[in-house]
């Protein structure tokens, strides 16, 4: 009887506190944007031809191969009525990641970035920009709206069913469209499950042979006429994975693309954008480009016929995933009969990009862009872990002042991580709405890590000797003001989200692991936590600043799924604790020790670990005493976790749990397949 009361009392609550919501102020993002956020953002980059010496530095750093030096005849103004031919650098932003390692190396500052970001371009060659272009002052211009061309072309444009296909990193750029950061449904955008109800497919990020086969389909599905719009650099020339075996360099070789968005992920105004562009397309006439699909013998679909090899009469194999709304890019194949999972075979390989090995042929610098993408939910912590070991190979004792700058990224990437999984098991278990305030939250926590470092997902902060910057103005005051929304937040999401009866019916006790089992499994993190393990890097074995600070480290013993949640709840707590006692106690003095370029590290091996979001992970460096580390091996939090003991837990439960089972273990996909 008393739980029964409880129970009404608690959803008495999550009605009242959604019935609140319709009368607060709105927190969806105005578009199109009046200015970009802040003035700190790495966006397109301006050249001043007068300081540039055509030291080609900027094109030898470049990881990307995104700068070419190219020939240009120049007045000379020491001699008169003379000329002369210098080198210069040209970007193909097809190839750029806007890492601003090009910038770091320049000697004279005559390559800058601005905070310009919006890069649209329904032809990729004009993303190739000359010395001449990149002289020029950049600035946001909305296309502009075309004549309509008849009453069905409008009503096209105002009414396109989206497919998504994110095959990497950009999906977590498109998530705000779907939250109420930026609502895409104000724009006539609405997301369908399948293809043969679409009219515009998305293709985000790094495409795999795997992946490929699956977007061939995908597309040969959607009904004439059809859109395609690519996101990132990755899809357009490999971007970042240009020299991985494992990647497809350019989409447009196979399919047919209509929009390409630049960025390494484009930032959701420039999504937006892309958007617009589209549908101011669409309106005038366009129907897209010719549908022309080229294969190879490689790229054949196979028929999908009913596989039964192993299955008894009333069993049948369902895959879920790799492109289910709530799998990631991750796949498992379920033997089911009727509702309950016999079996669970994890499909991996969709994001492999063999990270470890790339890292070889990338100099200790170099690699400060590359780390973060193996985990594009918590990019910090692989940066930390990264930093820290290489530091310890070149003995560089890391500035006081950068130890806690450094804590503040983990800190508030480990909420924007939480608060994104919160909307992911929030999705899973049918609490749209929640998953709608989380994300739209979020926002507030890039925004911030956006000010301090200079990038929203991909931060590019920590590096071997300290962080590239300094904290601009006003930040302890806009930080101390976001940690005090968001911890009002949190009671929202109490009552609206994780103290529901219904959402507690959908994940106490099911996905349980116990505390021998998550040892045993090598489970890290909040995971371990929530099945009764203490254990947390930040305290076992500090670095960093963590053993100067003051926070405790939650546990729970009963391990299922609602626990695995809450646990993350109270992190999200402990953290903004942490970022308070740090912004009060941030010591002066410089940031950052001198790391070149281009620097040998001495020979020799280190292990460095951190508490990542997901749990421990660790890089374990050799050094020959060259340029580029001679091996490198990833520890991630996810491998275990997901490949080897989520198979385990999925056995005998409903089909309808697996989603949720899955996301309370916060999965990486990009993690465990490296």
């Not at 989206?162 to 006539?188: K, N, Q």
């Not at 962080?467 to 940690?483: G, I």
Request: glycine share 6%; hydrophobic share 35%.
């Amino acid at each position: 009887m008393t739980k029964t009361i409880k129970e009404v009392k608690d959803t008495a609550k999550a009605l009242k506190t959604g019935f609140k919501l319709f009368f607060s102020k709105p927190i969806t993002c105005r578009f199109p944007p009046e200015t970009l956020l802040t003035k700190e953002f790495r966006g397109r980059h301006v050249f001043n031809p007068r300081k540039c010496t055509s030291c080609s530095l900027c094109a030898k750093v470049c990881p990307n191969k995104a700068i070419e030096m190219v020939e240009k005849i120049e007045e000379n103004t020491t001699v008169q009525s003379q000329i002369k031919v210098v080198r210069r650098p040209q970007i193909d932003y097809a190839k750029c990641c806007f890492c601003g390692l090009c910038v770091d190396v320049c000697p004279t500052g005559a390559l800058q970035t601005t905070n310009f970001s919006t890069m649209v371009a329904l032809d990729k060659d004009e993303l190739l920009h000359s010395p001449e272009k990149l002289a020029q002052h950049a600035e946001l211009k909305m296309p502009e709206k075309p004549k309509i061309k008849d009453l069905t072309s409008w009503g096209r444009s105002r009414s396109l069913w989206v497919l998504d296909y994110f095959t990497g990193c950009c999906f977590i750029e498109a998530i705000p469209w779907v939250s109420s950061g930026f609502d895409m449904e104000r724009f006539g955008l609405l997301l369908t499950g399948s293809p043969r109800h679409a009219d515009v497919l998305l293709i985000g990020g790094y495409v795999t042979l795997k992946t490929l086969k699956r977007i061939i389909r995908i597309y040969q599905q959607i009904p004439q006429p059809k859109f395609v719009i690519a996101f990132g650099s990755c899809s357009m020339s490999g971007g970042t994975y240009w020299d991985s075996y494992n990647t497809i360099k350019r989409i447009a070789d196979y399919i047919p693309v209509d929009v390409w968005v630049a960025g390494c992920p484009p930032r959701p105004e420039v999504i937006g954008v892309a958007i617009v562009t589209a549908m101011n397309a669409i309106q005038s006439g366009y129907e897209g480009k010719k549908e022309e699909v080229r294969l190879t013998e490689e790229l054949e679909v196979p028929r999908v016929t009913e596989e039964r090899d192993g299955l008894k009469k009333n069993e049948f194999s369902v895959p879920f995933g790799p492109q289910h709304p709530a799998s990631g890019n991750f796949q498992l194949k379920l033997k089911i009969d009727g509702e309950i999972v016999k079996e669970a075979t994890p499909q991996v390989g969709y994001l492999h990009r063999g990270f470890e090995k790339l890292m070889e042929y990338r100099t200790w610098y170099q690699n400060v862009m590359l780390v973060q993408r193996v985990c594009v939910l918590d990019g910090a912590s692989y940066e930390l872990a990264y930093s820290g070991s290489v530091e310890k190979l070149a003995d560089i004792k890391v500035p006081e002042r950068a130890r806690y700058l450094r804590v503040i990224q983990a800190e508030l990437s480990r909420i924007q991580s939480h608060l994104l999984n919160f909307g992911l098991i929030a999705g899973a278990a049918g609490f749209e709405t929640a998953q709608m305030i989380t994300w739209g939250d979020r926002e507030k926590i890039l925004l911030l890590l956006e000010q301090l470092t200079g990038g929203r997902i991909y931060q590019i902060y920590t590096v071997p000797g300290g962080v590239r910057r300094n904290t601009p103005d006003n930040f302890k005051e806009k930080a101390l003001k976001t940690t005090n929304h968001i911890r009002e937040r949190l009671k929202i999401y109490d009552e609206l989200f994780i103290e529901n009866p219904t959402f507690k019916i959908r994940t106490l006790g099911i996905g349980k692991v116990p505390s021998d089992t998550a040892i045993k499994h090598d489970i890290t993190g909040p995971n371990l936590r929530a099945s009764s393990v203490k254990f947390d890097i930040r305290k076992n074995t500090p670095y960093a600043a963590y053993h100067e600070l003051d926070f405790q480290v939650p546990v729970f013993k009963e391990g299922d799924a609602y626990h695995r949640t809450k646990i993350r709840r109270l992190e999200i707590e402990e953290s903004l604790n942490l970022l308070e006692e740090v912004l009060n106690k941030l010591p002066s003095g410089p940031f950052r020790k001198r790391f070149g370029v281009f620097n040998r590290v001495p020979e020799g091996e280190a292990l460095h670990c951190v508490e990542s979001a997901r749990g421990e992970l660790c890089f374990h460096l050799v050094s020959n005493g060259s340029k580029t580390p001679y091996r490198v091996k990833i520890r991630g939090p996810t491998f275990d976790t997901t490949l080897v003991m989520l198979p385990k837990l999925l056995r005998e439960v409903y089909v309808a749990d697996v989603p949720v089972i899955y996301w309370s273990l916060d999965n990486c996909p990009g993690d465990h397949d490296r």
